[in-house]
């Protein structure tokens, strides 16, 4: 089953409460974006913002950390009671030892990768990844144009899954909408995220709901 995973970063901060309500009844998961300022030329938000959503949250939290020194934060992150927690390939010299922490602190660990990384990247990693996040947009910013090459990208690397017998999943994040959840699930994606399009939407119920 495909599960959704609205992103906060395009709720209303003034009213929190309300979208992390409309999250807890409609989705499957919390999708937490923390840019830095650095790896990407945004900032988003921390701890406090993660923390109090962890008090409401009543479906796991996915934390995507778009910073540069993951490895410095996944503990804490971790504490605060994140169940995923992906970080970026961009972001580190060698995957492996972080993805291991991101496990050894008992969370799902997950390898981000921007649209202009060749998905063939991952291939040596795969084995250690729960899950791998496919941006189909570049990573700092909601409201972006979905990109269209994605759908090949994730249909290369759910082949590669598949030929190496693994059960790691695929989530795309940048873009998506009901206009195009379809494909990329018949492309091999599983976990879709999603923040303009159920946050600015009327019903985001409804939108949640044309996306499975
Ligand atoms: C972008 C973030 C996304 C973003 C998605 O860097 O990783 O999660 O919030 O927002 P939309 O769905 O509006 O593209
Ligand atoms: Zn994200």
Redesign the pocket.
């Known amino acids: 089953m495909t599960q959704i995973a609205p992103?906060?970063?395009?709720a209303d901060f003034l009213n929190l409460g309300k979208d992390v309500e409309t999250v807890n009844k409609y989705a499957d998961l919390f999708?937490l974006?923390v840019?830095d300022g650095r790896l990407?030329p945004?900032i988003s938000f921390g701890f406090p913002v993660v923390e109090a959503i962890a008090k409401k949250a009543e479906v796991p939290m996915d934390v995507?950390l778009?910073i540069t020194h993951p490895e410095c934060y996944i503990e804490r992150f971790a504490k605060t009671g994140a169940k995923m927690i992906s970080f970026h390939y961009e972001a580190v010299r060698d995957p492996e030892p972080v993805l291991g922490l991101v496990k050894e602190n008992g969370c799902l660990a997950g390898l981000?990768i921007n649209p202009d990384v060749p998905v063939s990247k991952l291939f040596p990693f795969l084995y250690a990844c729960d899950f791998v996040?496919i941006?189909?947009?570049?990573?700092?910013?909601?409201?972006?144009k979905?990109i269209e090459t994605t759908y090949e990208r994730v249909k290369e690397l759910k082949a590669e899954i598949d030929a190496r017998g693994l059960s790691t999943k695929i989530e795309v994040?940048?873009?998506?909408?009901p206009a195009n959840a379809k494909k990329l699930v018949e492309c091999g994606a599983e976990i879709l995220?999603?923040?303009?399009?159920?946050?600015?939407a009327e019903d985001p119920a409804e939108v949640i709901a044309a996306m499975r």
């Not at 992103?7 to 395009?10: D, F, R, T, Y």
């Not at 994040?173 to 909408?177: E, F, K, R, T």
């Not at 995220?193 to 600015?200: D, L």
């Open positions: 992103s906060i970063l395009a999708h974006d840019m990407v945004n995507h778009m981000a996040l941006m189909s947009v570049f990573a700092g910013f909601g409201g972006q979905f994040d940048g873009g998506v909408s995220v999603a923040g303009s399009a159920v946050f600015k």
